[in-house]
């Protein structure tokens, strides 16, 4: 069974940085891709960026462009978030999810993926 493991997250200033990671146990071989999501309160939930396993091409949402970066360690299994330059806006809970598409388009969808873990909480202050 896939699990999907989120960490890093926390209470971080404006301007600050974090680095999420999300461990994928158990993870299948048609687990070709992995995403990341997040849920501000009241808000849906909105697409991040996304990475293939293999190769590590990646997708981001257009606001994230520039200050996050998704990259992968295929030996550990992990998929991590690096988030720089943080704002208020950016507080949410933080997802990872697993997909069995390798087509970048479609990453951007929460229908794309088969598994999810449990969140971590991303807190910025201003």
């Known amino acids: 069974q896939v699990q999907l493991v989120e960490s890093g997250g926390g209470l971080v200033q404006a301007g600050g940085s974090l680095r999420l990671s999300c461990l994928a146990s158990?993870?299948?071989?048609?687990?070709?891709?992995m995403g990341w999501f997040r849920q501000a309160p009241g808000k849906e939930r909105e697409f991040v960026a996304a990475i293939i396993w293999s190769g590590g091409l990646a997708v981001y949402a257009d606001s994230m462009k520039g200050r996050f970066t998704i990259s992968r360690d295929n030996a550990k299994n992990t998929v991590y978030l690096q988030m720089n330059s943080l704002k208020p806006e950016d507080t949410a809970v933080y997802s990872c999810?697993?997909?069995?598409?390798?087509?970048?388009?479609?990453?951007?969808?929460?229908?794309?993926?088969?598994?999810w873990g449990q969140g971590t909480q991303v807190t910025v202050s201003s």
């Open positions: 158990g993870r299948p071989s048609s687990s070709v891709s």
């Open positions: 999810a697993a997909s069995g598409y390798n087509t970048l388009s479609y990453l951007r969808y929460e229908r794309s993926y088969d598994y």
